[in-house]
């Protein structure tokens, strides 16, 4: 098991493939882009695939693969499929914009590739217009991602769709995107923006006034823990559905089908049950999401480092994880971290 100097235990990893995106978000990447890491400087999916080996036997369970946009690089769908016959991962996951979502489908049904245990898709605005303005594209239809939704849902994939709620810019799309609960079984989740990076200089809408609007259209929400009896901490289940890892916090709507989530990494910090680390595209195992400490692993897995000494060195590493997040303007962003 590992944990941190707190006693945190830690069994989440998210892992990103790459920082190449095809979007723009406001909250995540300026317009004109930024520039690319170097190929060489990416981590191979078989440097991946080894370090996720050696972190399972140290307790990860739980792995998300992000970006960038993950579906960007090329292999993909295979690495995604390898990664789930890893010894002791529980729970892959995948974090997507939505946009390649259709083609990956295709080749993983053609490839005959089982599927991820759930999916979250980033959308932000079901308007067209307000969809355009957030991503700065104007390449895909909200309703085309739907679409792919109700696909994956005759597959019985786990659908998370994450909305950052952003003032004066996507506040009209809350209730719209609330409401896609009613009939289709899945979790609509509203994440407070994060001050790091381009997102510093765009205003918060909190979680409290998002529920607030949500019960006023759609009747008081149920905390889902009330429901069950536990307060969902590590791998999180509706019934027999697996629905995540994190620290979002969920309720029921009377007579809807789906589910609403909560991250409100501003107004309620839950930093006290955090259980993840943070692989990014580079080889460097973040500790925070808000920290530079960490640990370059693709150092020593270039430098010839055998699985024994890349074991001790992330378990001393673990134990310098920060106690809470300090948010910095001056962070990356998350475009270079996976989110």
């Given amino acids: 098991m590992l944990t941190d100097s707190?006693?945190?235990?830690?069994?989440?990893?998210?892992?990103?493939?790459?920082?190449?995106?095809?979007?723009?978000?406001i909250y995540c990447m300026p317009p004109e882009g930024v520039k690319w890491k170097p190929h060489e400087n990416i981590l191979t999916f078989e440097e991946i695939i080894r370090l996720v080996k050696i972190m399972a036997a140290l307790g990860i369970k739980n792995v998300k693969v992000t970006g960038?946009?993950?579906?960007?690089?090329?292999?993909?769908s295979s690495f995604l499929n390898e990664l789930k016959t890893i010894n002791k991962i529980e729970n892959v996951t995948l974090t997507t914009n939505g946009h390649l979502l259709g083609k990956y489908l295709d080749?993983?049904?053609?490839?005959?590739?089982?599927?991820?245990?759930g999916i979250n898709i980033s959308l932000d605005a079901l308007d067209g217009n307000r969809y355009k303005l957030i991503t700065n594209s104007d390449n895909t239809n909200p309703q085309d991602i739907l679409s792919v939704i109700d696909r994956l849902l005759e597959k019985q994939i786990t659908i998370k769709i994450n909305c950052v709620p952003v003032r004066s810019v996507n506040e009209e799309d809350i209730l719209p995107l609330a409401e896609l609960v009613n009939d289709k079984d899945i979790t609509v989740r509203f994440i407070e923006l994060m001050p790091i990076g381009c997102a510093s200089a765009l205003l918060c809408v909190s979680g409290t006034e998002v529920k607030a609007q949500i019960e006023k259209k759609f009747g008081v929400l149920t905390p889902l823990d009330s429901i069950s009896g536990s307060r969902f901490i590590g791998s999180q289940f509706v019934g027999n559905?697996?629905?995540?890892?994190?620290?979002?916090?969920y309720y029921s709507l009377s007579g809807f089908k789906g589910r609403i989530g909560f991250i409100n990494a501003n107004t309620h910090n839950f930093c006290e049950i955090c259980n993840r680390l943070r692989l990014t595209s580079e080889g460097f195992l973040k500790l925070c999401l808000s920290s530079d400490l960490g640990l370059d692993l693709r150092k020593l897995i270039r430098n010839g480092a055998d699985d024994?000494?890349?074991?001790?060195?992330?378990?001393?590493?673990v134990n310098s994880k920060p106690r809470t997040h300090e948010f910095s303007k001056n962070h990356e962003?998350?475009?270079?971290?996976?989110?």
């Fill in 6 to 25: 707190y006693g945190r235990v830690l069994n989440y990893l998210r892992v990103s493939i790459t920082d190449r995106c095809n979007l723009r978000c």
């Fill in 68 to 76: 960038g946009e993950p579906l960007l690089r090329k292999g993909a």
């Fill in 107 to 117: 080749e993983a049904n053609t490839m005959r590739f089982p599927l991820p245990n």
């Fill in 241 to 249: 559905q697996f629905v995540g890892n994190g620290p979002a916090v």
């Fill in 308 to 317: 024994n000494e890349i074991t001790s060195s992330i378990i001393e590493t």
């Fill in 333 to 339: 962003g998350m475009s270079k971290v996976g989110g």
